[in-house]
Protein backbone atom coordinates (compact mmCIF):
# COMPACT_ATOMS: atom_id res chain seq x y z
CA UNK A 1 0.00 0.00 0.00
CA UNK A 2 0.92 3.70 -0.66
CA UNK A 3 0.31 6.61 1.05
CA UNK A 4 0.70 10.23 -0.59
CA UNK A 5 0.70 13.50 0.90
CA UNK A 6 0.53 16.61 -1.37
CA UNK A 7 2.47 19.86 -0.24
CA UNK A 8 3.23 23.52 -2.23
CA UNK A 9 -0.18 24.42 -3.08
CA UNK A 10 -1.41 28.20 -2.10
CA UNK A 11 -2.08 31.62 -3.80
CA UNK A 12 -0.28 33.26 -6.81
CA UNK A 13 -1.14 35.67 -9.17
CA UNK A 14 -2.04 35.25 -13.20
CA UNK A 15 1.46 34.54 -14.50
CA UNK A 16 3.01 33.16 -11.71
CA UNK A 17 4.55 29.71 -10.96
CA UNK A 18 4.61 26.68 -8.34
CA UNK A 19 6.04 23.41 -7.56
CA UNK A 20 3.69 21.14 -6.37
CA UNK A 21 4.87 17.82 -4.20
CA UNK A 22 3.83 14.66 -3.23
CA UNK A 23 5.55 12.03 -0.96
CA UNK A 24 4.70 8.42 -0.78
CA UNK A 25 5.63 6.10 1.42
CA UNK A 26 6.38 2.70 1.48
CA UNK A 27 9.17 0.69 -0.03
CA UNK A 28 7.89 0.33 -3.65
CA UNK A 29 6.74 3.52 -4.49
CA UNK A 30 9.27 3.38 -7.51
CA UNK A 31 7.28 0.76 -8.64
CA UNK A 32 4.37 2.90 -9.34
CA UNK A 33 3.44 5.36 -12.08
CA UNK A 34 2.15 8.48 -10.73
CA UNK A 35 -0.55 11.20 -11.85
CA UNK A 36 -1.38 14.55 -10.99
CA UNK A 37 -5.21 15.07 -11.21
CA UNK A 38 -7.12 18.35 -10.44
CA UNK A 39 -10.93 19.47 -9.44
CA UNK A 40 -12.17 22.81 -9.57
CA UNK A 41 -15.90 23.88 -7.61
CA UNK A 42 -18.55 21.87 -9.77
CA UNK A 43 -16.38 20.42 -12.09
CA UNK A 44 -15.70 16.78 -12.18
CA UNK A 45 -11.97 15.61 -11.44
CA UNK A 46 -9.52 15.75 -14.63
CA UNK A 47 -6.21 14.41 -15.76
CA UNK A 48 -3.36 16.49 -15.55
CA UNK A 49 -0.50 14.64 -15.87
CA UNK A 50 1.35 11.62 -15.24
CA UNK A 51 4.70 9.44 -15.17
CA UNK A 52 5.48 6.38 -15.90
CA UNK A 53 7.17 4.00 -12.89
CA UNK A 54 11.00 4.82 -14.32
CA UNK A 55 10.24 8.20 -15.06
CA UNK A 56 10.61 8.09 -18.64
CA UNK A 57 7.94 8.84 -20.35
CA UNK A 58 5.22 12.03 -19.37
CA UNK A 59 2.09 12.58 -20.76
CA UNK A 60 0.25 15.85 -20.52
CA UNK A 61 -3.82 17.57 -20.62
CA UNK A 62 -3.43 19.79 -23.36
CA UNK A 63 -4.72 22.59 -21.21
CA UNK A 64 -1.13 22.65 -19.45
CA UNK A 65 1.10 21.34 -22.18
CA UNK A 66 4.10 23.40 -22.15
CA UNK A 67 3.62 24.78 -19.02
CA UNK A 68 3.61 22.08 -16.69
CA UNK A 69 6.06 19.38 -16.20
CA UNK A 70 5.94 16.22 -14.02
CA UNK A 71 9.20 14.89 -12.74
CA UNK A 72 9.83 12.33 -9.77
CA UNK A 73 12.84 11.31 -7.57
CA UNK A 74 12.34 7.73 -6.32
CA UNK A 75 15.11 8.18 -3.99
CA UNK A 76 13.19 10.24 -2.21
CA UNK A 77 9.43 9.00 -3.35
CA UNK A 78 8.35 12.09 -4.62
CA UNK A 79 6.77 12.83 -7.84
CA UNK A 80 6.64 16.69 -8.51
CA UNK A 81 4.75 19.51 -10.70
CA UNK A 82 6.12 22.52 -11.83
CA UNK A 83 3.27 25.11 -12.74
CA UNK A 84 4.39 27.92 -14.81
CA UNK A 85 2.30 30.94 -16.50
CA UNK A 86 -0.46 29.82 -14.24
CA UNK A 87 -4.17 30.83 -15.12
CA UNK A 88 -6.87 31.62 -13.24
CA UNK A 89 -8.26 28.92 -14.98
CA UNK A 90 -5.79 26.06 -12.99
CA UNK A 91 -7.48 26.89 -9.55
CA UNK A 92 -8.32 23.65 -8.36
CA UNK A 93 -7.77 20.96 -5.85
CA UNK A 94 -4.52 19.15 -7.01
CA UNK A 95 -4.27 15.16 -5.99
CA UNK A 96 -1.56 13.21 -6.87
CA UNK A 97 -2.28 9.23 -7.24
CA UNK A 98 -0.37 6.14 -7.58
CA UNK A 99 -0.72 3.36 -10.38
CA UNK A 100 -0.20 0.24 -9.82
CA UNK A 101 0.27 -0.44 -13.43
CA UNK A 102 3.42 1.80 -13.68
CA UNK A 103 2.24 3.54 -16.52
CA UNK A 104 0.79 6.76 -15.32
CA UNK A 105 -1.98 7.07 -18.10
CA UNK A 106 -5.41 8.50 -17.43
CA UNK A 107 -7.40 6.05 -16.14
CA UNK A 108 -7.75 3.90 -13.15
CA UNK A 109 -5.46 5.21 -9.83
CA UNK A 110 -4.83 2.71 -6.92
CA UNK A 111 -3.51 5.54 -4.29
CA UNK A 112 -4.82 9.03 -3.88
CA UNK A 113 -3.35 11.93 -1.60
CA UNK A 114 -5.72 14.06 0.18
CA UNK A 115 -5.38 17.23 -2.43
CA UNK A 116 -3.35 20.65 -1.89
CA UNK A 117 -5.36 24.05 -2.69
CA UNK A 118 -3.97 26.27 -5.87
CA UNK A 119 -5.66 29.56 -6.41
CA UNK A 120 -4.79 31.65 -8.96
CA UNK A 121 -6.14 35.07 -8.89
CA UNK A 122 -6.57 37.65 -11.75
Known amino acids: QVQLVESGGGLVQAGGSLRLSCAGSGRTFSDYGMGWYRQAPGKEREFVAGITWSGGTTLYADSVKGRFTISRDNAKNTVYLQMNSLKPEDTAIYYC???????????????WGQGTQVTVSS
Open 97 to 111: AADKTGRGTPGRYDY
